[in-house]
Nanobody, 125 residues
Framework: QVQLVESGGGLVQTGGSLRLSCAPS????????MAWFRQSPIKERALVAG????????RYADSVKGRFTISRDCANDTVYLHMDGLKPEDSAVYYC??????????????????WGRGTQVTVSS
């Protein structure tokens, strides 16, 4: 069974940076679309960034454009979310997700088949 394992969360000050990583524990993700979602106590889980299997199709939420960068290392089968210019409103649990649709880039939670357990990101003001 496919499992996703996130790492890299933590506490950072406003304006700081973090890099999240997601790697599978199981079959490789080389041909899957991958994404990062986030959820806070006051907001529903929503797409932060997604990347298709080739890396040629990338999507960002408007709130993170210009600050966050999603990338994937197919050789190591890992997806990253590099976050710069962090703000308190970025505080949330960040989840890695995957779907067996290499050419699409869905934005809905319901469209993803595999999920990690999440990693907490806290940005202090």
């Amino acid at each position: 069974q496919v499992q996703l394992v996130e790492s890299g969360g933590g506490l950072v000050q406003t304006g700081g940076s973090l890099r999240l990583s997601c790697a599978p524990s199981g079959p490789p993700f080389a041909t899957r679309t991958m994404a990062w979602f986030r959820q806070s106590p006051i907001k529903e889980r929503a797409l932060v960034a997604g990347i298709n299997w080739s890396g040629g199709n990338i999507r960002y939420a408007d709130s993170v454009k210009g600050r966050f960068t999603i990338s994937r290392d197919c050789a190591n089968d890992t997806v990253y979310l590099h976050m710069d210019g962090l703000k308190p409103e970025d505080s949330a649990v960040y989840y890695c997700a995957a779907v067996d649709k290499p050419y699409s880039l869905p934005s809905s939670v319901a469209d993803y088949d595999y999920w990690g357990r999440g990693t907490q990101v806290t940005v202090s003001s």
